[in-house]
């Protein structure tokens, strides 16, 4: 079974522009969280979607939003980008059905924003 | 507010020298606890999940166990290969869905 995909692999980008990544999750799998991982506060939970509809949000501010497709890839869109954003984007995919599973992670955006 | 402590941050080993990391967290109730190995430039990769105090995993040289305030990551004699970043994350009942906590991780090098 292939694992989750994330593209692209990497981004330059500059502050005040907007960006877009996308996750292809584990075939099955339904749902999709993101994650925003930087040396300083390692990773912090962005947003899950299942069913089209985010589910859960963490504590980051609107500029990062995010959509997900009827066929479960998702994507992720950072508007306004500021140099703070430069970090690792990873997607992550589960089962869902009773209890808490575990996710497993895409190899990660890296976003460097200049 | 979930919170998850591991400790030490860096551990260097020889390798066949075993040894511990830990996981100290902070949950209202437990949903899961979750070890993950991250090399670098690549995503987590999954170990295992533990739900209640008392259990254990075991996968090749690597056994995980849980009590009521932390889980430990055993590594038997380890070798070079296992030279990566440990993760732990928490789920807890405040929170739901696939929002989990993680710790800043311990990084560990295993030297031949």
């Known amino acids: 079974k292939a694992g989750v995909t994330q593209t692209p692999r990497y981004l330059i980008k500059t502050r005040g522009q907007q960006v877009t990544l996308s996750c292809s999750p584990i075939s099955g799998h339904r749902s999709v969280s993101w994650y925003q991982q930087t040396p300083g506060q390692g990773l912090q939970f962005l947003f899950e979607y299942f069913s089209e509809t985010q589910r859960n949000k963490g504590n980051f501010p609107g500029r990062f939003s995010g959509r997900q497709f009827s066929n479960s890839r998702s994507e992720m869109n950072v508007s306004t980008l500021e140099l703070g954003d430069s970090a690792l984007y990873l997607c992550a995919s589960r089962q869902v059905s009773g209890g808490l599973h575990e996710q497993y992670f895409g190899p990660g955006t890296r976003l460097t924003v200049t | 507010e979930d919170q998850v402590t591991q400790s030490p941050e860096a551990l260097r080993l020889q390798e066949g020298e075993s040894s511990s990391l830990n996981c100290s967290y902070t949950?209202?109730?437990?949903?899961?606890l979750f070890w993950y190995r991250q090399d670098p430039g690549k995503g987590p990769e999954f170990l295992f999940t533990l739900y209640s105090a008392g259990e254990e995993k075991e996968k090749e040289r690597l056994k995980a166990t849980l009590t009521k305030k932390e889980s430990f990551l055993h590594i038997t004699a380890p070798k070079p290969e296992d030279s990566a970043t440990y993760l732990c994350a928490v789920g807890g009942v405040e929170t739901s869905g696939s929002r989990l906590t993680f710790g800043e991780g311990t990084q560990l090098t295993v030297n031949p």
């Open positions: 949950v209202s109730g437990l949903r899961g």
